[in-house]
């Protein structure tokens, strides 16, 4: 099954165009943002020139959705572009965070919010709702509460950035980690999932569903960044 690239416009909320891209890769870390990287081949004998003008793609407007059999594997906000031109070729490499986590570190918190023996994953679920979203929605889940209670209390006139204050979950005894996730399809639209756990989201085995011979296979996990 080959990789689709699906550019989703933040303002309308609908798929707008499948990206023809030459190099496409994409990182999920627990607890951080992640990242991704396309590289677009600018020519018209493969359309992109086309294709970019109809995905109204731009930097801070744009979401790419990685999909594999129709089944979305990762969502990445447009922050960055870089096109090169060359004698022999041309090409655009787009960039960014994340979409969920990417979009939560732009945003601060703007009413007062206070805390009292609240199960950390409300406190969490409490403060995405004060964002206003575009397009698209981050949703916090859970399996199960926690069963940790917090205290916080958090001022509108400290200017803080809802990013961050998730993140100070994870650096607590028995605090939270997350990882970001996305669902639906192109018909349905599609909504960012922002996984929690304490004091660790555990994954009991991977799959690889290649369906060939595999001459070379790696999977890698990285916990440096754990709740305690």
């Not at 590289?39 to 970019?52: A, C, F, V």
């Not at 790419?64 to 096109?83: K, Q």
């Not at 070729?89 to 007062?112: F, Q, W």
């Not at 209670?149 to 939270?176: C, H, K, P």
């Amino acid at each position: 099954m080959s990789i689709q690239c699906l550019v989703y416009n933040v303002k309308t909320g609908q798929v707008t165009e499948e990206l023809p891209f030459s190099s496409a890769q994409f990182t999920q870390q627990l607890n951080d943002m992640g990242s991704f990287s396309i590289t677009l081949p600018l020519s018209m004998r493969s359309g992109s020139y086309e294709k970019l003008n109809q995905s109204n793609l731009g930097v801070l407007e744009s979401i790419v959705v990685f999909l594999r059999g129709g089944i979305p594997l990762f969502a990445g906000w447009v922050t960055s572009e870089d096109i090169e031109v060359s004698e022999d070729s041309e090409s655009m490499v787009i960039g960014g965070p994340s979409a969920s986590v990417g979009y939560l570190h732009r945003r601060c918190l703007v009413t007062n919010r206070v805390y009292e023996d609240d199960e950390q994953f409300d406190i969490i679920d409490d403060l995405l709702s004060t964002i206003i979203f575009e397009g698209m929605t981050i949703i916090p889940t859970w399996d199960s509460p926690s069963g940790q209670l917090r205290e916080r209390t958090y001022w509108a006139s400290d200017r803080q950035i809802i990013g961050e204050l998730v993140d100070g979950f994870g650096g607590i005894q028995n605090g939270v980690d997350y990882i970001p996730e996305v669902i639906g399809d192109q018909e349905t639209g599609f909504s960012l999932i922002l996984r929690l756990g304490s004091p660790l989201i555990r994954r009991t085995s991977y799959v690889l569903d290649l369906e060939k011979n595999v001459s070379r296979a790696r999977v890698v996990r990285d916990g440096e960044v754990v709740a305690n």
